[in-house]
């Protein structure tokens, strides 16, 4: 197999296998901190038993990240050294910064949260609930830094063939990371709060044991999820209009849109021609994509030809066109996956308020299977974000092929990618198991609730 084929598909299977943990993680974080001062503030032992059910899942999440996230860092410098050496300067600092700082702040909390409970008082056992859920989260963001650079590169000088920083301040204000932490972080609440509520609807379910700990967590994990969902739909918006002055062609093969136009039309759906940028068929609502960008219905949007033709010019040579119907696809389905989760929430929060929602077995199916849903979009989405830059590595500075270890054949890295493949391939399995395994588990009285 050609090396180049084979690194980029082991960097994108481990990069999915790793994202598919860190969403819930992020979210979960949160959502059990809000609990946790909960029952800090009211005193109700059905609150801290609520804490204790959905933290032990967060810990087994939380572990698979970790372990897959490790192995991660390894193939900077073993499958793409040349990015490593052109890259490392600015990307080493944000990174350094997230493990230093950032994961031994999470780290060190979430041991002290662990094997704290009646060991420090309650306020401080959810201030330490706080530290772990911000640790997380700032993790987050400085990996986001990192990559925001590659998405939009700033606060740099070229020297010897390698990128330097020149400004940190630049690097970390980059507009790129503006969009895209918050659009994270929201899909991660959206996430967890699936997640919780598709648990709960099993329980209601099963209607076995004490539901109050579940009742609960089905009210605060639909609010949590509307308003995520809903803050991720706003975000998204924002980020697609930046995109389009930032990446344009990255916009342009979302909506398979060939030619530049004025006013731009919203693909519905295209089945186009890739090989000769046209469409066999397509359904196009004329001007809305123009107001998505502009806020009005007017603005020209460019097209693939035109700015493959604009790159050519500006970059030299070659073909600056990313995977179009990989880009289309995977932005429809993220969006898509959206926009469910959005309408079965809504339908959730109304049948909750009309008192029928405990005893609607089909939507409680439907929300159970929904867990899914958040986990499609993360996954379909983190694809869009870097298939759509294609060909850049670092966009305008170095192309993939440029960022490739020379010294690494074709069969060390098909060998590496079917280690890492199977071994993910049995993590993940350990992970969907113990959490499904405690996750059915009912929660348990404590002996004041029982009282």
């Known amino acids: 197999m050609d090396p180049l084929l084979a690194a980029r598909l ?3 299977i481990v990069t999915v ?3 598919f943990f860190v969403p819930l993680t992020l979210g979960l974080s949160l959502f059990i901190a809000f609990v946790e001062t909960l029952y800090v503030t009211t005193g109700d032992e059905t609150y801290k038993r609520m804490v204790k059910f959905w933290g032990k899942l967060f810990l087994i999440n939380f572990a698979m990240g970790v372990a897959t996230g490790i192995v991660q860092e390894f193939q900077f410098g073993m499958n793409w050294s ?6 490392g300067d600015i990307f080493g600092a944000p990174l350094a910064i997230e493990a230093l700082l950032a994961f031994y702040l999470e780290s060190v909390f979430l041991g002290v949260w662990i094997f704290g409970w009646d060991k420090i008082s309650k306020k401080a056992h959810a201030a330490v609930a706080w530290l772990v859920a911000i640790g997380s989260n700032l993790s987050a963001f400085w990996i986001l830094v990192a990559n925001s650079f590659m998405q939009e590169p700033l606060g ?5 063939g390698r990128a330097e920083m020149q400004d940190f301040f630049a690097l970390v204000t980059n507009p790129h990371v503006w969009v895209q932490f918050p659009h994270v972080i929201t899909g991660a609440m959206a996430t967890a709060a699936c997640f919780v ?5 099993y329980h209601f379910l099963r209607r076995k044991g004490d539901l109050e ?7 605060i994990g639909i609010v949590y999820g509307l308003t995520a969902v809903v803050l991720v739909m706003l975000i998204g918006h924002g980020q697609a209009q930046h995109m389009v002055k930032s990446q344009p062609m990255k916009m342009a093969a979302a909506e398979a849109l060939w030619e530049s136009e004025n006013p731009a039309a919203m693909s519905i759906l295209t089945i186009g021609n890739e090989k000769e940028l046209r469409d066999i068929w397509a359904l196009r609502v004329p001007g809305l994509l123009s107001f998505l960008v502009y806020n009005h219905f007017e603005g020209e949007v460019k097209g693939l030809k035109n700015l493959q033709q604009e790159y050519q010019e ?3 040579p070659g073909d600056y066109l990313p995977p179009i119907a990989m880009s289309y696809w995977t932005f429809r389905i993220m969006a898509g996956a959206g926009v469910v989760m959005f309408l079965l929430l809504l339908w959730a929060l109304i049948a909750r308020a009309r008192g029928k929602l405990e005893h609607h077995n089909f939507l409680l199916r439907l929300l159970l299977w929904a867990i899914a849903l958040p986990f499609i979009a993360n996954s379909t989405g983190w694809i869009f974000t870097e298939i759509g830059r294609q060909p850049w590595i670092v966009f305008g500075l170095q192309r993939v092929e440029q960022g490739l270890s020379p010294g690494v054949s074709g069969g060390e890295v098909v060998f590496s990618l079917v280690v890492f493949t199977a071994l993910y391939g049995a993590l993940m399995v350990a992970d969907v198991y113990l959490l499904t395994r405690y996750a059915k588990r009912e929660i348990a009285e404590t002996p ?4």
């Open 213 to 219: 700990p579940f009742r609960r967590s089905m009210r």
């Open 82 to 87: 040349e990015y490593s050496r052109f890259m």
């Open 448 to 451: 004041a609730a029982a009282r």
């Open 314 to 316: 500006k970059y030299g």
């Open 197 to 201: 509520v598709g648990i709960s609807a």
């Open 156 to 160: 740099y000088a070229i020297r010897n």
């Open 10 to 12: 082991q960097f994108g």
């Open 17 to 19: 296998y790793h994202f």
